[in-house]
């Protein structure tokens, strides 16, 4: 059965990092689009970062320059490196594709 875990999450001062990791089993990172979103309370779901099985990655505006998408065709994984975070950051982050979503991880950046 197809699965997401994501990891990762946590509590940080603005100004620091976090890096996430989506874990997949039963569906292969390599050949499958992969995504990362998120929803902050009372917000709609959205796109963060997305990585195509041709390797192309699409960021955020809200988040270019300080997050990165990427991943390791080795361990089945995708990561999320998050730099520079700010309040508005703050969300659940979810790991997705073709359908299928992650648990998700709580990202909280707060002084």
């Known amino acids: 059965q197809a699965q997401l875990v994501e990891s990762g999450g946590g509590l940080v001062h603005p100004g620091g990092s976090l890096r996430l990791s989506c874990a997949a089993s039963?569906?292969?990172?390599?050949?499958?689009?992969m995504g990362w979103y998120r929803q902050a309370p009372g917000k709609q779901r959205e796109l963060v970062a997305l990585?195509?099985?041709?390797?192309?990655?699409n960021i955020a505006d809200s988040v270019k320059g300080r997050f990165t998408i990427s991943r390791d065709n080795a361990k089945n994984t995708v990561d999320l490196q998050m730099n520079n975070l700010k309040p508005e950051d703050t969300a659940v982050y979810y790991c997705?594709?073709?359908?299928?979503w992650g648990q998700g991880t709580q990202v909280t950046v707060s002084s």
């Open positions: 997705s594709t073709s359908g299928l």
């Open positions: 039963g569906v292969f990172v390599s050949i499958n689009n």
């Open positions: 990585i195509t099985r041709f390797g192309g990655t």
